[in-house]
Nanobody, 116 residues
């Protein structure tokens, strides 16, 4: 069955960096565009970054543009999110999933907390 396992979150001070990873299994990873999403308390889940299936094209929410970088390794069935210059408003649970018509069951996510 499909599994999406996010990791790499934690507590970081404003201005700090984190690298999130998402290990995917149970589907043909290289056939799907992937996205990183986040959900803050009391807010809707939102897309923050997406990457096409080959890793050639990316796009970002305006709020993270220039600070976050999405990448993928199709040989490892893994998608990454490098987050730099973190701000308190980046605090949320981060999830990965496909960025296509087909959405897979959501994983448990990884908590990112930006606070001094």
């Amino acid at each position: 069955q499909v599994q999406l396992v996010e990791s790499g979150g934690g507590l970081v001070q404003p201005g700090g960096s984190l690298r999130l990873s998402c290990a995917a299994s149970g589907f043909t990873f290289s056939s799907y565009a992937m996205g990183w999403y986040r959900q803050a308390p009391g807010k809707e889940r939102e897309l923050v970054a997406a990457i096409d299936n080959a890793g050639l094209n990316t796009n970002y929410a305006d709020s993270v543009k220039g600070r976050f970088t999405i990448s993928r390794d199709n040989a490892k069935n893994t998608v990454y999110l490098q987050m730099n210059s973190l701000k308190p408003e980046d605090t949320a649970v981060y999830y990965c999933n496909s960025h296509s018509i087909r959405t897979f069951p959501w994983g448990q996510g990884t908590q990112v907390t930006v606070s001094s």
